[in-house]
């Protein structure tokens, strides 16, 4: 994943089982296509090249069975290299998404986080109510944003108004070598997913 031209678009499928999504860029390309396998008791996530799923770019896989800690290794699959992790901030996760992403060496590169931690909970307490919680993905929308180890913001991911809340907009807002952003940007797509089946 090179060279890549933001924004770029995440859109959830509704007409699959499996959590599956396409990545766009600005000029409407395809970029990739994400498959979370069902019925695993480990996450187990595939990046392909395109919806015809012919080949397979990158695997995202868990260190453990469901779990608060959980690390979650992204390798290259031609090389069978790890290129680095993403791994869950625990219990500090209840409150605000806290994420880091590390290199392949396991040092800690950025960290990934949720800019309000209110706007989930409000999504939360409102998705309750009878009728309007329908309709929060119109109203309550989460965003992320991608750190280094400086404080400076590198990225940010921002769900936008949708009745299912399947599209997610990632603007890149500092460069970083190549290496560095395609390892964020498998980062934000693996988070995605947690963060979404957490609700």
């Known amino acids: 994943m090179k060279n890549l031209q933001y924004p770029l678009e995440f859109k959830f499928k509704v007409t699959t089982l499996a959590s599956d999504f396409t990545i766009t860029d600005k000029n409407g390309q395809m970029q990739a296509y994400v498959r979370s396998k069902i019925f695993k008791l480990k996450d187990d996530v595939q990046v392909f090249d395109s919806d015809a799923k012919n080949q397979v770019l990158y695997t995202i896989k868990a260190n453990k069975w469901i779990d608060f800690n959980a690390s979650y290794a992204i390798t290259d699959p031609t090389t069978n290299t790890e290129i680095g992790k993403v ?105 995605v997913l947690l963060e979404r089946a957490r609700g």
């Open 87 to 191: 791994a869950r901030k625990g219990l500090r996760s209840f409150w605000r998404a806290t994420y880091n992403i590390l290199d392949n060496r396991g040092e800690n590169l950025f960290t990934i986080t949720e800019e309000n931690p209110w706007v989930k909970m409000w999504d939360s307490f409102v998705g309750e109510l009878p009728l309007i919680g329908m309709f929060t993905g119109y109203f309550l929308n989460p965003a992320y944003i991608v750190k280094d180890q400086n404080g400076q913001i590198i990225f940010r991911l921002k769900k936008t108004p949708s009745l299912l809340g399947r599209r997610f907009v990632l603007d890149r807002l500092v460069d970083i070598p190549d290496d560095q952003e395609s390892l964020c940007a498998l980062s934000l797509m693996m988070m």
